[in-house]
């Protein structure tokens, strides 16, 4: 397998993508809802051909998995690509949205990129090698007091409304604070770059998830385990945290409780 030139490949085309999202964003958006608070517009689209394409490309018998075209190909080497994480933000005009992009083979996750054009930030991550914010090595958090974390708490309507504003509520009395900016992706590359604590979200999809986690591992931080079971097509809860706030955050959101396969992977 060789990881440098998808590397090379996968930052070459998160960038692009970054560039026309960009460009794109600043054109109204044709907007249309896939479900309840669930957008997609015609740049979604755009975007995952641009990227699915170049990669294709270069890596004929690569595995592709997008989260608006679905899966393309089969094997052990697979991309997994959000094309526009962020779409409600994205949608209405708001600069908070990024591409996703991570490769996985067999099974465990090689590389990740993300990129936030309207900020001109580039995240990448590749295992075993770190994590990077526009070449800056990322290092989460050195917090290790509940009371002083900022965690960023993931909302979807595939979860009830109860269970999110239960998980709010812990959150809050165990004494942190918690926001929600709409882009899960986002979200963990802010936790890898030591912005926020930490992370969590009662169900995900993997193409939200992938490259935002490997950041968080690379930066020195805790995720649940995430791939367990059929996570890749179906998504599964997450929790990624400063390791200072891995016992507390584990017991406040009950995400990550029997993670022992994940552990004894990267050990
Ligand atoms: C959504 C965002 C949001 C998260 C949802 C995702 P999309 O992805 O990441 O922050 O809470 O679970 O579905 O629709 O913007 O690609």
Known sequence: MNLDAREEALVAVAREAGDLAKRLFSNPPEVKLKGRQDYITAADGELERLIIGRLKERFPGDAFLGEEGGAQGKGDAIWVIDPIDGTANFAHRMPHFCVSIAFMSEGELG????????????????????????????????????????????????????????????????????MRAGSGALGLAYVAAGRTHGYCELHINSWDTLAGLLMVREAGGWTNDFLDGAALEQGNPVLACAPGLKEALVAITGVGQANEKLERRMS
């Open 111 to 178: 590389l990740g990129a993300i990129a936030a054009p309207m900020y001109g930030e580039l995240y990448r991550a590749r295992a075993g090698r770190g994590a990077f914010l526009n070449d800056r090595p990322m290092k989460v958090a050195g917090v290790t007091d509940i009371k002083q974390a900022i965690v960023e708490l993931g909302w979807s309507a595939r979860r009830t409304v109860r269970a999110y504003t239960s998980l709010v509520e812990r959150v809050l009395d165990a004494g942190a604070v918690f």
